[in-house]
């Protein structure tokens, strides 16, 4: 294992294993505010060992995150192959909001609660870049209501996301009620107009800026 172009000492390497397995585990279970000292702690190693293998909050991120990312490509891949392009739809929101139930670091990382790296951000794209043709499939087939568009995904995330971080040490399925009561809402059948447009691609971004 390296660090730039120097191998690590055998010691070092197992330390910094350490940490990441740690900290995987606690960003997992509390957030990715989780405590750096309280990941030291668990690890078995001192505050300053940490912070020699991983400086910021956001180098843990960047070890981390993308392989936890990656695992949302696939429930997009399954949502795709369903011949049944409702419940592609309704597959890749569950499968969605599944992976943010079970890692509370993701849940905090696909809802922008903290910055993230470039490398990050990527990894998350990645993960979205079939939801355009997983909607449109979905309102081709009359099911989708024909004004819901892939910028709703964003605000729908952020509302579950937050049902999530809030019900997670009380009622840890609560999630599952209030996503199938928002697909209730956007089937076509229960479709009423909407006033209100969607946030444009440029509003967003600004959002998220913000956030």
Known sequence: MTTGARPLRADAARNR????????????????????EE????AGVSIGT??????????????????????????????????????????????????????????????GRLPMSPEVLEACHRGFQHAE????RAKKSGELRADFEPQDLTPLMWAMSQVIR?????????WRRHLALFLDGLRAGAARPVPVPPLTDAQLAEVLRSR
């Open 17 to 36: 294993d350490k940490l990441l397995v740690t900290a995987a585990r606690v960003f997992g279970e509390r957030g990715l505010d989780a405590p750096l």
């Open 39 to 42: 990941i030291a702690r668990q």
């Open 50 to 111: 940490l912070y020699n293998h991983f400086p910021t909050r956001e180098a843990f991120f960047d070890a981390i995150l993308p392989e936890r990312l990656a695992a949302l490509e696939q429930v997009a891949t399954a949502a795709l192959a369903d011949a049944d392009p409702w419940n592609g739809f309704t597959g890749f929101l569950e499968g969605l909001f599944e992976l943010q139930s079970n890692d509370h670091g993701l849940n905090d990382a696909l809802a």
């Open 133 to 136: 043709r997983i909607i449109e």
């Open 166 to 174: 809030e019900s997670m040490g009380v009622a840890p399925q609560a």
